[in-house]
């Protein structure tokens, strides 16, 4: 990984999709196979595809939790990824638009397979203090940042906490 320390500040959304005050599908899109190994960084490799074909193999460690983490993330080559991923232990498949919102850039993830029918929205910030200050539009919907139970590793292995089934 890298010597320079990052740091992510995000928080995290669950809309009602029809609460959506516009078509999420006419927004750039990437197609995402995320998995995680069974190490005690619970390290994320992801393979990315966009709309243009573009593709990215991904090696990400997140420590800390709530809305600002540290973050390590570098590329790796698609045979790295390759053996890698055999020795992931649970994953995920989402698609993931970008949507310009009033300064900010919307994440919105529609989860495929056994998570099909769940969304999560996810707003990154150049600061800590941004990230709190920021005041989310009400299609956002529930915060869901220091909810555990939402975020991707627990999703990709548990499935979706209870709060999130209908």
């Known amino acids: 990984m890298t010597n320079a320390i990052h740091f992510e500040h995000e928080r995290r959304f669950v809309p009602d999709l029809k609460d959506l005050p516009f078509d999420y599908q ?3 899109m990437k197609s995402i196979r995320q998995g995680y190994l069974d190490d005690e960084l619970k390290t994320r490799l992801r393979d990315e595809y966009d709309i243009e074909g573009n593709h990215i193999c991904l090696q990400t ?12 993330e570098c590329e790796i080559s698609r ?3 390759d053996m890698r991923w ?3 232990t649970c994953s995920l498949d989402k698609t993931r638009y970008y949507i310009p919102w009033e300064g900010a850039l919307v994440e919105l993830n529609i989860f495929h397979g056994d998570l099909e029918g769940y969304a999560q929205i996810e707003v990154e910030f150049p600061t800590h203090e941004d990230a709190v200050a920021f005041i989310p539009p009400s299609w956002f919907g529930k915060e869901v940042t220091d909810d555990s139970g939402h975020g991707n590793h627990h999703l990709a292995k548990y499935g979706l906490p209870s709060s999130a089934r209908h």
């Open 61 to 72: 460690r997140k420590t800390g939790s709530g809305i600002s983490r540290q973050e390590d």
């Open 26 to 28: 006419t927004f750039p």
């Open 79 to 81: 045979n790295e990824f």
């Open 86 to 88: 055999k020795n992931t």
